[in-house]
């Protein structure tokens, strides 16, 4: 099940990075086709895993906590990005950035209303998984605003749906603060102007998350009191990147079936080999 969760998140990256190249501005258009890319990998999903009578309870759990939630989250997090960009009015510069501002705090506000769920999220922990993530016997009827909410305990948990929407609002936040920091960017490079081109990250997010968790842990910036945001968010801004969901990639790397190290090993490998072949010239 971890190589099918790596397989989909895979999947998805390659998608929504062509689709956001092609679809830059258009973001009505980039929304309706992801909403629509990820719906069908749902589906694919529900007719694996929810039909499955012989699913295991840590199957189980993994499928609706770290599967069926994070596609859910995906389809929500277009949909809010659509609504925000088309709410967007056509502002000066200085506007807009008031504008995602204020979108950014609304944003804010709704995780601190799930502040449990929020930090049971972002901690990654595990203690009430067997509460929030396993299958009950018998539907759940929720209010939720002028009507009535069924969950079917056949498709769902508790606290799905809950945990889909904190992780659909926490990724609208890095969406939001991205759009945010363009304009403090577009500001500076306005009046230092561009001296020379900046360094590019060219190899996989995944290998730049990976080094960076590897640097945290090496206790490297800061004598080890940074922490992995701050380091995360250096690397983001200093490569123009959007790192996302960088935790939940680091519990795909800590899956993986064969090398966990993937990019360390192969750094590793290539600078034994660039000092091999250096052994005997004078090195500049």
């Known amino acids: 099940m971890h190589e099918t969760l790596l397989a989909i998140n ?27 890319y990820v719906s069908e990998r749902l589906q694919w999903a529900k007719q694996k895993f929810e039909q ?25 997090y277009y949909a809010l990005v659509q609504k925000v960009e088309l709410k967007k009015p056509p502002l000066q510069k200085k506007k807009l950035k008031e504008y995602y501002l204020k979108a950014l705090y609304k944003v804010k506000k709704k995780l601190r209303k799930r502040q449990f769920f929020y930090n049971y999220y972002k901690a990654n922990l595990d203690q009430l998984d067997d509460h929030l993530f396993k299958r009950i016997d ?7 605003g002028s009507y009535i909410l069924d969950i079917d305990k056949r498709k769902s948990t508790p606290t799905l749906h809950i945990f889909a929407q904190v992780e659909a609002y926490e990724m609208l936040r890095h969406y939001l603060k991205k759009k945010i920091n363009s304009f403090s960017k577009a500001k500076e490079e306005k009046l230092l102007g561009k001296i020379s081109r900046p360094l590019q990250w060219t190899t996989s997010k995944t290998d730049l998350i990976e080094l960076i968790y590897a640097l945290h842990a090496a206790g490297t910036f800061n004598n080890g009191k940074a922490d992995i945001k701050e380091i995360a968010e250096y690397f983001q801004q200093i490569f123009d990147v959007e790192l996302g969901q960088y935790n939940r990639v680091f519990y795909d790397i800590r899956a993986r079936k064969t090398s966990k190290t993937k ?7 290539v600078l034994l080999r660039r000092i091999k072949d250096t052994d005997n010239e004078l090195f500049i």
């Open 138 to 144: 018998h539907d759940l009827f929720f209010h939720a």
């Open 10 to 36: 895979e999947e998805i990256r390659d998608y929504a990075k062509k689709t956001e190249e092609r679809y830059k501005n258009d973001y009505s258009k980039l929304s309706e086709l992801s909403i629509q």
């Open 52 to 76: 499955n009578i012989n699913l295991t309870a840590d199957e189980e759990i993994f499928y609706f906590k770290h599967i069926k939630s994070h596609l859910l989250a995906l389809i929500q």
């Open 263 to 269: 990019l360390l090993d192969n750094l590793k490998d």
